[in-house]
């Protein structure tokens, strides 16, 4: 990301949306921590996000946990709101997780949060290598929560219809704008797929344990604004996807076309499976009882 090309989304416009995403998935997860995630018990307790963004996850784990030092970084900084409305506890630092990590913060964290990272890999770029980094800031015993669309099914069974929720549209024969639309965008910028797909698998390549690929496919009472999130988002890609690819451009305005028809005329929405992938980093208690079942 040598010319930062997300700059060019760090708008009002956007952080409202992001905002927004923030919601729905903390909506459709019921809250920002996965459930297997424990702290509550845990002594000088630190937590961070990197690509934080507008730090809303930070803020908000800020204040459920009060007690805990929250730090949250990104590259940019323009959308996180003043330090007078952020917790006390929450610092903020500007960093690249492509740069190399602070000694600082080496085997420092209990929970390392991190989410939607596919598009500063564009290229293709393999994720294992920010991963070890990840693994590396991590106490004994700390975990990684790692949140993302799951990819690897972004052309099927993310279609809804309101007339039987249940039901999903096979998107290879009818309403298959938002497929099409989707696997476009991935296609033109390189977004590597293949490899945010197996993310569990690096996981555990890494020595992380008790790792997690937990997937949700959001329920109608939400599918509809999941829907909305991704039409604004397309609406904000599609002039830096024209910039890069004419052809793709021209396809995918006739495809946002299609989406509105769809949702407006045949009632069937868009709203991508999402996962948490989660896992823990070992510590002597996990030594002991490996070498416990081995006895």
Not at 68 to 82: G, H, K, R, T, Y
Not at 165 to 170: K, T
Not at 223 to 239: C, K, M, S, T
């Amino acid at each position: 990301m040598e010319t930062d090309e997300y700059a060019i989304w760090r708008t009002a416009p956007d952080a409202s949306r992001l905002c927004y995403q923030h919601f729905l998935w903390r909506e459709l997860f019921n809250g920002n921590i996965h459930p297997s995630i424990k702290l509550e018990d845990r002594q000088g307790l630190r937590i961070a996000e990197f690509a934080a963004g507008h730090c809303l996850w930070a803020m908000q784990v800020a204040q459920e946990f009060p007690l805990a030092a929250v730090e949250a970084s990104d590259i940019d900084l323009n959308l996180v709101p003043p330090s007078s409305e952020r917790p006390s506890n929450l610092s903020i630092a500007k960093w690249s997780f492509f740069d190399r990590v602070p000694e600082k913060w080496l085997g420092a964290f209990d929970l390392i949060h991190i989410r939607l990272l596919i598009q500063p890999f564009a290229g293709f770029q393999d994720p294992r290598p920010v991963l070890e980094k990840f693994v590396s800031m991590l106490k004994p015993g700390g975990y990684l929560q790692w949140d993302e669309y799951d990819y690897a099914d972004a052309d099927k069974g993310h279609v809804y219809s309101v007339d039987n929720p249940e039901h999903v549209p096979n998107p290879h024969e009818t309403h298959n704008s938002s497929t099409r639309i989707w696997q476009l965008i991935m296609d033109t910028f390189g977004w590597p797929q293949e490899h945010f797909a197996k993310l569990s698998t690096y996981f555990t390549e890494a020595g992380l344990e008790e790792v997690q690929d937990h997937k949700i496919r959001p329920p109608p009472s939400v599918f509809r604004a999941f829907h909305e999130h991704w039409y604004a988002l397309i609406a904000q890609l599609l002039p830096v996807l024209e910039a890069k690819d004419v052809t793709a451009g021209i396809e995918a305005r006739k495809l946002v076309t299609q989406i509105r028809e769809d949702s407006q005329r045949h009632g069937v929405f868009s709203a991508h499976i999402t996962k948490f992938v989660v896992g823990r980093k070992r510590d002597d208690k996990s030594d002991a009882r490996l070498l416990r079942s081995k006895l």
